[in-house]
């Protein structure tokens, strides 16, 4: 078992196989603090919904949905789609989306 800087034991294999290190920041400083964490970018992938968030850009899609993108500076509501008149801004943050899900499946031990 590996002790982590917070206290919790992770173990170091799984079925005699090495577990690699988990990508990314942990969130524990943010939650038990009034911190911010900085970052390159927010990503997540959850039952075909995804989302990348950037500065101050979120680009976000429902499972089976297009894309839409959010300059959360000025509408943090997420009320006003700036998706087709910003499509360099899209093809910006979905590279960045799509170079962090082929790093997790390479991680989850996915072939190409």
């Not at 196989?17 to 942990?26: D, E, L, Q, R, Y």
């Not at 997420?78 to 801004?89: C, I, S, V, Y």
Request: net charge neutral; aromatic share 6%; proline share 6%.
């Amino acid at each position: 078992m590996l002790l982590l800087s917070d206290g919790i034991r992770k173990s170091e294999l799984w079925n005699e196989t090495p577990i690699p290190a988990a990508p990314g920041k942990s969130l524990v400083p943010a939650l038990t603090s009034d911190i911010t964490i900085p970052r390159e970018h927010l990503w997540w992938l959850h039952e075909g919904n995804r989302a990348v968030s950037v500065g101050d850009w979120k680009l976000v899609a429902a499972r089976d949905q297009p894309w839409e993108l959010y300059d959360l500076k000025t509408d943090r509501a997420e009320q006003h789609n700036r998706a087709k008149e910003m499509p360099d801004k899209v093809k910006q943050l979905t590279q960045i989306w799509q170079q962090q899900t082929k790093q997790c499946a390479k991680l989850a031990g996915a072939k190409d």
